[in-house]
């Protein structure tokens, strides 16, 4: 693939926040390997990079924006 035209590259980036839960299992209590899963499938599939990953201090923190519960 040729490199992106210099305007482009230099093109500010949408950024977004998220804070995701795991829901336990048996294999995978802390969730570390479904996340590596889940970050590695959004950069391959939907061009979603990761550059930043920082573990919540507490569980069950509210950030101070809408938060949009699941609907199962």
Known sequence: MPPLPTSLNKMI???????????????DPDGNRRLRFALKAM????????????????QNTQPNQERHERQD
């Open 13 to 27: 980036k949408p950024r977004f926040q998220l804070l995701i839960e795991a829901e336990p299992q048996a294999d």
């Open 43 to 58: 950069l391959r599939r939907l061009g979603l990079r990761c550059v930043t990953i920082t573990p919540a201090e507490t």
